[in-house]
């Protein structure tokens, strides 16, 4: 396999996706956002640019994560922004930046496609930290979204702002206090697509079964077995499946520690802390039209939730059990991340990292 000038070998997606096609459908279909006077809408984009400087002190107290980087600026953008931004750096995990005459006729169809998805997740992306773009990463905030939430919370607008940017400066801190973790995940991402020299109809019946198992038999509480997660798995061979569990444990980690941390800052740094926690929590168990059940599951949204829940939890229990300082061990390399068996079983990962 030949490599780039960046010396990264090309990823299997390469051609296959025309994200600067993906960029511009997903922005053409995605829907306008909540009606906001001009005034507002800046009052809006000042205070998150503030709240996200605000939130870096905050969250190195509760996490205990140092390193001497710059903050950078957070960018504010709107539906169409974090679409552009979301196809650039998916642009640039999977090698794909540029393509051949070739790979850029087959991939306008997947580009189609992808914008379409991307649309429809720029409706509940409320923030998000990109580590592949910028020197120092790129921190994004949706405020059209951001200002749809708190107005359908009740909540008090300059706390769930500031809430949001806790969460999602956190991501910014685990990268720049763990840079290896950008290149754990490109790695992960290179191997998952790999196409390899599978048969398809291996690759088939491999899936056929894993749904006739489903069909048959009472499958086990698992959640990484549930839905489209499950089945992507079951259509992985061997490496490929790895990957995909060791990015869906990374992704758990990530994301659970973020809501950890976002709930340790305490009602001293956002007041109405409980308030907004409970009504989010709410808002996500509310049951949606089928539509968007249906969109949820296949783009991933429902598992991304499950993710928050069962990291947080991980996180909590570690925390309580033996304290932040022997927590951020974590992030210390590959090896010190939890395991598939661990992560609903704190237990096991303090035993194998910590003893």
């Not at 107005?151 to 990268?175: I, K």
């Amino acid at each position: 396999m030949s490599e780039d000038k960046s010396g990264r070998k090309p990823s299997g997606f390469s051609g296959a996706v025309d994200w600067r096609l993906a960029a511009r459908t997903g922005g053409a279909l995605a829907p306008a956002g909540p009606r906001i006077s001009r005034d507002a809408a800046e009052q809006a984009v000042t205070e998150l640019a503030a709240a996200s400087v605000r939130a870096e002190g905050p969250v190195r107290e509760v996490s205990g994560l140092l390193d001497d980087r710059p903050v950078p600026e957070a960018r504010i953008v709107d539906r169409p922004g974090w679409i552009a931004a979301a196809a650039d750096s998916m642009a640039v995990l999977t090698g794909t930046e540029t393509t051949s005459a070739t790979g850029r006729f087959v991939g306008k169809p997947a580009g189609v496609q992808a914008g379409t998805m991307l649309a429809f997740l720029s409706t509940a992306i409320l923030g998000q930290y990109d580590p592949f773009t910028g020197a120092d990463g790129t921190l994004l905030l949706v405020a059209p979204n951001i200002v749809g939430v708190e107005r359908a919370l009740g909540v008090d607008p300059s706390d769930f702002r500031l809430w949001v940017c806790l969460h999602e400066v956190t991501h910014r801190v685990q990268f720049s206090s763990a840079p290896w973790l950008s290149e754990y995940m490109r790695t992960n991402v290179d191997i998952l697509s790999e196409v390899g020299e599978e048969p398809m109809s291996e690759m088939l019946t491999r899936l056929l079964g894993e749904v006739r198992a489903r069909r048959d038999a009472d499958a086990v509480d698992d959640p990484n077995s549930r839905g489209i997660v499950g089945l992507l798995r079951a259509a992985q061979a061997p490496p490929q499946r790895e990957a995909l569990d060791r990015l869906l444990m990374l992704g758990t980690l990530l994301e659970g520690h973020a809501d950890h941390v976002m709930d340790a800052v305490g009602p001293a740094v956002v007041p109405t802390v409980a308030e907004i926690r409970g009504a989010f929590d709410r808002r996500r168990q509310k049951p949606s039209n089928p539509i968007q059940r249906i969109m949820r599951a296949l783009l991933g949204v429902d598992a991304k939730v499950a993710q928050y829940v069962r990291g947080k939890k991980f996180v909590d229990a570690v925390v309580e059990r033996v304290g932040v300082a022997e927590f951020n061990t974590v992030w210390t390399n590959a090896d010190t991340l939890p395991l598939l068996d661990e992560i609903d079983d704190p237990g096991r990962w303090i035993t194998r990292v910590l003893t």
